[in-house]
């Protein structure tokens, strides 16, 4: 597609379940970077794949945390056993360089 | 202490002011240097980079790197009411790899 694309734009779960959020990048771009965005706050870096190998996710709060890259395309981010604090934005994004990160446009979890 | 420090206003200006949004950092082994405007309900989107000191123009924006101060800021000639947004720094040491954002600050333009 012509830009990154989030599934889904918006989620609401309870506290304690698992949710996965869905990144598509854009199509050739071999970088891909999962950013978290609360209220007021910066965008705090989780992870950075370089085609499915993840050579830095130095960022990922905790082991609930995870994510996969399939095909050098599509990522997945896995929060398992969420809690009221990973309330917040997920931003993906893809670039060929850094300088030319491309954003989606997130999806807003909430836990309730 | 943050690696990358900005206020986060909210910075409220009349249209057709002179803005000027600044980020401070400690790692000196940054080199590349970005703006990135965000929307409400919208991922950042860049405006501008720059690589090493220097300035950069491109129409109504300005972006200035003073490495020797660790200094980077974004001047926004002309304001407009769409500009109104939330601007973010972003820093690297390579161009590859992750960015380092600076708290992003929500900017006003009256019209």
């Known amino acids: 597609g012509a830009g990154v694309s989030q599934s889904p734009s918006n989620k609401v779960t309870e506290k304690g379940k698992d949710v996965e959020l869905r990144c598509d990048p854009i199509s050739g771009h071999t970088a891909l970077y999962w950013y978290r965005q609360s209220l007021g706050q910066g965008l705090e870096f989780l992870i950075y794949f370089q085609g499915n190998s993840a050579p830095d996710k130095s960022g990922l709060p905790s082991d609930r945390f995870s994510a996969e890259r399939t095909g050098g395309s599509v990522s997945t981010l896995t929060i398992q056993r969420t809690q009221q604090e990973d309330s917040a934005v997920y931003l993906c994004?893809?670039?060929?360089?850094?300088?030319?990160?491309?954003f989606g446009s997130g999806t807003r979890l909430t836990v309730v | 202490q943050k690696e990358v420090e900005q206020d986060p206003g909210p910075l409220s200006v009349p249209e057709g002011a002179i803005v000027s949004l600044n980020c401070t950092y400690s790692?000196?082994?940054?080199?590349?240097f970005m703006w990135y405007r965000q929307y409400s309900r919208k991922g950042p989107e860049l405006l501008m980079y720059t690589y090493s000191s220097g300035n950069k123009e491109d129409g109504r924006f300005t972006a200035q790197v003073d490495k020797s101060s660790k200094y980077i800021s974004l001047f926004i000639r002309d304001s407009q009411p769409s500009d109104s947004a939330t601007y973010l720094c972003a820093l690297t040491p390579s161009n590859t790899g992750k960015l380092i954002f600076g708290q992003g600050t929500t900017l006003q333009v009256k019209p």
């Open positions: 790692n000196s082994a940054f080199q590349y």
């Open positions: 994004a893809s670039s060929q360089r850094s300088y030319g990160y491309t």
